[in-house]
């Protein structure tokens, strides 16, 4: 059911983008959408603070839980998303395209609305309902993809990705609300925020870097080239999530609940743990090597030719997607076993490293950058 859902979102998104790029929209209405996507990640790793893969972990849940995290998610949504709103036009200023501005202050709604899931979406993974979660997950992507189509349709531009966005998470919220078996409510617990807090706020720190570090790219390339070359390196770098993003999150999905069920069990743990290691290896290094070969033709028959610079960008990040997804596996074994200072000093080293190699590579050209991701 999470491979369904999961692959069967991916699908969607990736249909959605083809016909949109294929037909309606240019390589800088993209690109647009990628300048903003650091904003937009670092505020939801910050809304999401890692209280959901705590709700996860946590041996025994109580109702206090649920609702001091619910609280606290709302809240700071509501706040970054007034810093959001208020610093746009300095956003814009910054890449010097002004109608970030506006689309920015639309963007960012979807951190308030995707607040209001995160507790019944971290419910549904720990207790690994995932034929509900693959519903909510297929259904709001077609209902949010059907809107953001007919906008493109209709020559709304970069608007059609903003409320293809936006819909899909206010239907994903919705239905959330309809099927949850237990509602959360705006009350804080002191003493439920001190349990959370040192396993979430080392999770929080780890995911804060992981979005600065994939994002950082992206940011760079607006700044440093155009809203073109980016929209290319945006469209290269949804193809290689296809596989990347389908195996991390699966795995995220299933084997976090999963090794924190066997946390006190040594034995079992590492049993598991080496099975879906080598399988996924297995798995990951063939999607990649095929993606690899076949990336220039995949591009012209699915995208045409004027989305060509993008094949080599594509070729560059498919060994870098392939380390990405091997490295993510035993992350996810320190996580459930509680670890979760362990994860960020492991990430902090890594992710520090890393950013600063783009910061250098940048003066040596475009392609010394993404080749550099692979290191």
């Known amino acids: 059911w999470a491979a369904v859902g999961k692959f069967g979102s991916i699908f969607l998104a990736f249909l959605f983008n083809l016909i949109l790029a294929r037909w309606f929209l240019s390589p800088r209405e993209f690109g647009l959408i990628g300048m903003l996507q650091i904003f937009i990640a670092v505020g ?35 706040a970054i998303y007034a810093l959001l709103f208020v610093f746009a036009p300095a956003i814009s200023d910054f890449y010097g395209v002004i109608e970030l501005e506006r689309v920015l202050r639309w963007l960012a709604l979807v951190l308030v609305i995707n607040a209001f899931s995160l507790v019944p979406y971290s419910l549904l993974v720990r207790y690994q309902a995932f034929g509900k979660l693959c519903f909510i997950t297929l259904a709001s992507a077609i209902l949010g993809y059907v809107l953001g189509f007919l906008l493109a349709w209709r020559g709304f531009g970069v608007w059609s990705l903003v409320c293809a966005t936006l819909g899909m998470s206010f239907f994903q919220m919705v239905l959330f609300v309809l099927t949850a078996k237990v509602r959360p409510r ?59 993003s389908g195996v991390q ?19 079992q743990l590492r049993g598991k743990y080496l099975h879906n290691l080598s399988f996924l290896t297995v798995i990951a290094s063939w999607v990649f090597s095929v993606l690899y070969v076949v990336a220039k033709p995949a591009v012209l028959i699915l995208y045409t030719d004027k989305w060509l610079p993008a094949v080599w960008m594509l070729q560059a990040l498919c060994p870098a997607g392939l380390f990405f997804v091997l490295f993510y596996i035993p992350t996810l074994l320190i996580r459930a076993i509680g670890k979760a200072r362990s994860y960020f000093f492991l990430l902090l080293v890594e992710y520090s490293l890393a950013i600063a190699a783009i910061a250098y590579l940048s003066f040596r050209g475009l392609g010394a950058m993404l080749y550099g991701l692979v290191g």
């Open 249 to 267: 999150e699966i795995s995220h999905q299933v084997l976090l609940p999963e090794f924190s069920r066997y946390q006190r069990e040594e034995d």
């Open 186 to 244: 705006f009350s804080f617990s002191r003493s439920s925020f001190r349990e959370l807090i040192p396993f979430s706020g080392y999770i929080y720190l780890a995911t804060l870097l992981e979005q600065v570090y994939i994002n950082a790219l992206a940011m760079v390339l607006g700044k440093r080239f155009n809203a073109v070359t980016l929209g290319y390196y945006t469209q290269a770098s949804k193809l290689q999530s296809v596989p990347a």
């Open 44 to 78: 939801a790793t910050t809304v999401t603070g890692g209280f959901g893969q705590a709700l996860v972990q946590k041996e025994h849940l109580r109702k206090p839980d649920l609702n001091t995290v619910y609280s606290f998610n709302v809240g700071v949504s509501l």
